[in-house]
């Protein structure tokens, strides 16, 4: 049997267990709540790890001895009963206790809301004291007065027998209620509720939806009402609540199988107590008792108080084995540990390309053992893999190590650093072989891995299949990732001393050997002479033999062939821009080389910073692709090191030069706030004015000082200066406290204190102004360690919420779209209109307004050209396809997202943009929250305080703190006063019709909200934060979608982090794609009732379709949308499995099994949940046994990087040769 074909399944179902069906399961019933013989160690016939119920201990081995080996698989022994078989059938044997009387199940009961309670429709309260007989309820009234479910005490049950003796029937606990659950027809309490529901109002109608809700679920699923009430338990696999001896002979044991005990002594108990016919009172008091030990072990603590173990812990029960970081679902079914992996401290490997890593020796004869024995045995150095096992262990031989060499040579491993906040947190690399214990990264994939060398360590993984090592190779190889997924801009830019390198090389400076000279002529006028040189190999003679410096500038004169005829030009230039751009293809459009004047000009012919760098990456990348900007990059990288070594920049305490001027600034302002403080004395002005002034006055004083230090600056080598100046590491402000002054400081209120700091950190603090600045530090980093955890949460809400939109389909050949326009903050650009065209499809062709020719089809994706020629056209707005407007069923296509920007081309069928989306704004969260970390808490640097909580505020459609008043007709404004309240009036004279506003107090009005002035719908009344959900009432998705993306833009972009809108796209696209259906017209739909918007989509194209086969007068269903929070959008999914991995996952699996759903494994989660492969990327069907061949890349003329052909030939040699060793292992089977 094929092992896979235990996993070919489409869809997983989960329902109410019946008891039938738990002794189906069961391999016999557990009786004794004894475990393992302390003596024999073995364990006890009939208890909890009976080897007859469960299986043997010990592989093809009975409890008694009298069967040992293999060859009596299956049979059962005669003595001891147990069968012979495999030991891991411990893992997958279920057991089962016969209940002496029957007990409900805690989540049905005690759940939110109680759905026992519901489909009785008993109040919780009471159902809890029937359930634990405290109260009587009447099960058959017969001819008395009293009615069916009434609920007598003690006293009146007392009455009531004395009165009517048998007449009636009442009785508590379980049985009990079931007796009154199999009394109950569901199709007729379902019909009838439906009946009562069209007439019913306000609250009755909200608690009859929530009964039919409940009723509706048992009439659909299937399942019966009394499985909610359980005559039987299942006792689940031993191996799966182990038992396991210490050293000191004690055993440690799991919870479960505490709790088992306890249910299993109080049923035997209470069925010795039924079998001598003991008193009702005892006998009542023993099975409150199950009923409890039953409700522990289910759901520990949800009623009363937990049972708790030794030093008062609270058991786990079977619930807490499901839920929570540690439970069943997130720490083992999402999250696996993996052999083939190992983990290391990472150094820098300067020396390595691009698509290289260091691995040390000793960890890459561990990972790649078999390989390396596979090796040893093919090239007979050894005879059998047993001899090559034994020679790779030892490791002396070096035949050992050639063979690794030649099997690691085309082997790509994974290096992924914690935390993983986003794709780029997992590459792939080409490993090298290198000596001592630590992993080497190349410095370019620090920034993707957001690494340093402080000690921080790494995981190594290995691919093993050839599908796999393609897909690592193809798609995850560090030299193919070069661009970021969230804005499409290159991720591995030079940094630190690759960008001081660089900087030294191109700057000028005056004073080197063989600087331009002013010299006169004959004449007397002044010319600038300069060094000519033939060409650039004589310059570089003349630089080697010290007779021109790096930076001085020269003429040298460049040549080239054209129609046969050498053509040459003097450039000026310096001898270190003509090194720089060795390297740099002269292509990448820093020049204009239409204009023949600048036909020899150097590419790269200013001083290049860190801005600079980004921007020759990014050009390189999108003029050459991949391949070449690779190898540009290692040899900037090379260049970079190289020179910021000879540059031999260093710090010393004296670079960090004090402004002269300094004193004389602070003597002015001392001077200043002498003279506020009298104006004060004399009472010319209030203390809050008093306080601003000096504020003010001292916020100027440092200001002129730090203008003056960058003045002292500028233009000067200061090895400082030239650090900030090249954005290599420092920032300006970081120079302000070095060498100005460091300011005016925040109190622990966040209110500025008035005495400034007037040193800066070379003079040093004196004790007053430490005391002071301490504490902004400590909050620095507080905040940090607070902040990361609140940012980890929001993403793994964005990555549950979206995780199943991949794109699906080529074009869902829909004819609407959204209408963008640049985003603004007051007069601040914040997203051009330019950037949030390119990469998308339009709705409509667009035609340039004057000579009415077609400047862009809908065909064709934009690029920059396309969107600048659209603006320079004068448009201001244009409507684009857009994923909220997107009609796949499942998941969104192509044309709707546009393009895939880590590889800058058309998304791909496949791509999990959803994921994709959810990390591009989770990770900068994290970014975010540590920028407070660097600036130390000098006043005026913004806390992300405004950042991460606004974004999540947000995507959780929350109320905002402080709400704007949203006008919600077009009209006039007039103001009211009743009753010493203000009223804004909006009242339209065409309608007539009037809407009331209350203000309330503090809250400030907006400027246009004057008496007579009109305003539109949706305008603001008072100044604040609007709410979404009002956005959405008022003016609709795309206005609540417009919203949504101004906001999240200004909160990430005012902190210098720029986000593709598409990402937020598809959140939004998430957050709107339920719906209350109003009104259900002629579909199987019911009023009131929320479902997916696509729901009603298809229910309106079945009455499309009957409308065309000629029936008539049929109505189409109507809804009104709804904006979900992330964290209700994600337990709002249909995947049960997906919900309850997330959060509430008693409450969903509750939800789940009542309903009988069903699950369609749809989305990623699901998948990994159950062990198959994800439905995206290469593991959709469309991609399954298909060589997948990418177009983005292709390394013609690389040696280094495998091109394709020679990659296919690979992975068919691959395939032929493990398809060869598996023909040659079934032969040794056989």
């Not at 809700?213 to 696999?237: H, R, T």
């Not at 009702?280 to 039953?294: A, G, H, T, W």
């Not at 090895?719 to 300011?743: E, F, K, N, Y």
């Amino acid at each position: 049997m094929d092992n896979n074909s235990t996993n070919e399944f489409s869809s997983i179902k989960i329902g109410l267990a019946s008891p039938e069906r738990i002794r189906e399961w069961s391999y016999g019933e557990v009786t004794k709540p004894e475990t393992i013989n302390y003596r024999t160690l073995k364990p006890e016939r009939d208890g909890l790890f009976c080897e007859r119920i469960f299986g043997p201990m010990k592989d093809w081995e009975c409890h008694c001895g009298k069967y040992k080996r293999v060859r009596y698989k299956g049979k059962v022994c005669e003595r001891c009963g147990v069968e012979i078989t495999r030991a891991k059938v411990r893992r997958e044997r279920m057991g089962h206790i016969e209940l002496a009387a029957p007990v409900s199940h805690i989540w049905y009961f005690k759940g939110i809301p109680s759905r026992l309670g519901l489909v009785l429709d008993i109040s919780p309260r009471y159902l809890e004291k029937v359930l634990y007989f405290a109260l009587y309820i009447v099960t058959d009234p017969g001819d008395t007065p009293l009615e069916k479910m009434q609920i007598l005490n003690e006293k009146e049950y007392a009455e009531m027998r004395e009165r009517y003796e048998d007449d009636f029937e009442a009785g508590m606990g379980a049985e009990a209620i079931k007796k009154l659950l199999q009394d109950i027809d569901v199709p007729t309490l379902r019909d009838e509720l439906t009946a009562e529901l069209e007439d019913a109002t306000g609250q009755k109608r909200v608690k009859l939806l929530k009964r039919l809700d409940v009723v509706d679920a048992f009439y659909n699923s299937g399942n019966k009402l009394e499985w909610m009430i359980l005559d039987v338990i299942p006792v689940i696999p031993p191996d799966i609540r182990p038992m396991v001896q210490l050293d000191g002979g004690r055993f440690a044991t799991s919870d479960l199988n505490d709790l088992y005990r306890r249910v299993i002594n109080r049923n035997n108990r209470l069925k010795r107590l039924l079998e001598l016919h003991a008193p009702d009172i005892i006998v009542r008091n023993e099975k409150r008792m199950l009923q409890e030990s039953v409700d522990a072990l289910i759901d520990n603590g949800r009623r009363g108080r937990p049972v708790t173990g030794p030093n008062n812990r609270p058991l786990k029960s079977l619930s807490d084995m499901l839920k929570g970081k540690q439970g069943r679902f997130r720490q083992n079914l999402l999250g696996k540990r993996v052999d083939y992996s190992g983990r290391s401290v990472i150094v820098v490997g300067p020396e390595l390309k691009m698509y290289q890593c260091g691995l040390p020796k000793e960890m890459a004869i561990e990972l790649f053992k078999p390989f390396v024995m596979k090796r040893l045995v093919e090239t007979n150095v050894v005879s059998n893999i047993k001899a090559a096992r034994k020679m790779v262990e030892k490791a002396a031989r070096p035949e050992v190590w050639d063979a690794l060499e030649v099997v690691i040579k085309d082997h790509p491993v994974m290096l992924n650093r914690a935390p993983t906040l986003h794709r780029l947190g997992i590459q792939a690399f080409e490993p090298v072989l290198v000596e001592g214990r630590a992993i080497k990264l190349h410095p370019l994939a620090c920034t993707a891995f957001n690494a340093d060398f402080d000690g921080d360590q790494m995981a190594v993984h290995v691919p093993l299949s050839a599908e796999a090592q393609a897909e690592a190779r193809m798609l995850m190889l560090a030299a193919n990732n070069l661009l970021k997924p969230a804005d499409g801009k290159p991720v591995t830019v030079p940094t630190q001393d690759m960008i001081i390198g660089s900087y030294y090389l191109t700057m000028l400076k005056d004073g080197e050997a063989g600087c331009p000279t002013v010299e006169k002529d004959a004449e007397g006028n002044e010319y600038t002479r300069y060094n000519i040189y033939r060409d650039t190999d004589e310059a570089m003679m003349a630089y080697q033999q010290g007779e021109l410096g790096l930076h001085s500038e020269c003429l040298i004169r460049f040549s080239k062939e054209k129609d046969g005829k050498t053509v040459s030009r003097l450039v000026k230039t310096t001898i270190g821009r003509v090194i720089f751009n060795r390297p740099i293809p002269q292509d990448l459009g820093f020049v204009d080389r239409t204009n023949p004047e600048n036909e020899f000009e150097l590419e790269v012919s200013f001083v290049v910073k860190k801005k600079q760098l980004g921007q020759i990456v990014d050009k390189c990348i999108r003029a050459h692709g991949i391949a070449i900007a690779s190898k540009v990059l290692d040899e900037i990288k090379a260049q970079g090191y190289k020179y910021s070594t000879i540059s031999g920049t260093t710090v010393a305490v004296i670079d960090a030069l004090i402004p002269e001027k300094k004193k004389e600034y602070l003597a002015e302002a001392e001077a200043k706030v002498d003279e506020i403080t009298n104006h004060y004395n004399f009472g010319e002005m209030t203390n809050d004015e008093r306080a601003e002034a000096v504020i003010k006055a001292w916020e100027e004083c440092t200001n002129k000082v730090s203008d003056e230090l960058t003045s002292n600056f500028d233009g000067t080598h200061n090895p400082i200066h030239m650090m900030v100046d090249s954005g290599a590491r420092g920032s300006t402000s970081q120079l302000r406290q070095l060498a100005g002054m460091r300011g005016l400081i925040a109190n622990t209120s966040g209110k500025t204190i008035e005495v400034p700091i007037r040193a800066n950190y070379r003079e040093g603090l004196n004790i007053l102004e430490y005391f002071i600045s301490s504490r902004g530090a400590r909050k620095g980093l507080t905040d940090t360690a607070l902040r990361t955890a609140d940012s980890g949460y929001l993403t793994r809400r964005l990555v549950d919420v979206s995780q199943d939109v991949i794109i699906r389909d080529t074009d869902c050949k829909c004819h609407d779209g959204i209408d963008v326009y640049a985003v603004m903050d007051g007069n601040r650009v914040l997203e051009s209109l330019e950037e949030r065209l390119v990469g998308r499809f339009l709705v409509d062709p667009v035609v340039d307004p004057e000579t009415g020719e077609v400047i862009m089809d809908t065909d064709r994706m934009m690029n920059e050209q396309d969107a600048k020629r659209i603006v320079d056209a004068g448009y201001t707005h244009i409507k684009i396809r857009s994923l909220i407007t997107c009609k796949s069923r499942h998941g969104v296509c192509r044309k709707c997202y546009g393009s895939n920007l880590a590889f800058n081309e058309p998304v791909q069928v496949g791509e999990a943009v959803g994921i994709i989306a959810a990390q591009s704004i989770g990770e900068p969260g994290t970014q975010l929250t540590m920028r407070t970390f660097h600036t130390g808490g000098v006043a005026g640097g913004e806390d992300i305080t405004q950042g991460l909580p606004r974004v999540e505020e947000l995507f959780e459609a929350r109320k905002p703190k402080t709400l704007a008043i949203l006008s919600e007709i077009d009209g006039e404004v007039r103001f009211e006063e009743i009753k010493k309240s203000r009223h804004v009036v909006v009242f339209n004279s065409e309608t007539g019709e009037e809407k009331k506003y209350l203000i309330p107090y503090g809250a400030h009005l907006t400027p246009q909200i004057v008496e007579g002035a009109h305003i539109e719908k949706g305008a603001e009344i008072t100044v604040g934060s609007k709410n979404p959900h009002d956005v959405l009432a008022i003016l609709g998705k795309e206005a609540v979608y417009n919203y949504l993306i101004k906001e999240v833009q200004f909160a990430y972009r005012t902190q210098g982090v720029d986000i593709n809108d598409k990402h937020i796209e598809v959140i939004v696209r998430q957050m709107l794609k339920k719906c209350t259906v109003d009104d259900a017209g002629d579909t199987d739909l019911i009023a009131g009732t929320m479902v997916d918007v696509s729901a009603v989509d298809e229910a309106n194209d079945v009455i499309d379709e009957r409308l065309a086969a000629g029936e008539e007068g049929l109505k189409h269903a109507t809804y009104i949308p709804i904006l979900m929070g992330i964290t209700k959008a994600s337990l709002a999914t249909d995947s049960f499995l997906s919900a309850a991995s997330f959060q509430e996952t008693t409450r969903v699996l509750t939800d789940a099994a009542i309903k009988g759903k069903s699950d369609p494994l749809l989305g990623l989660k699901e998948n990994v949940l159950i062990g198959k492969l994800i439905p995206a990327g290469t593991g959709m069907d469309v991609f399954r046994d298909v060589d997948v061949v990418p177009s983005y890349f292709s390394a013609e003329g690389s040696d280094d990087i495998l091109n394709l052909e020679q990659l296919q030939e690979l992975l068919t040699n691959n395939m032929a040769q493990s398809s060869d060793a598996e023909e040659e292992d079934n032969g040794d089977k056989n």
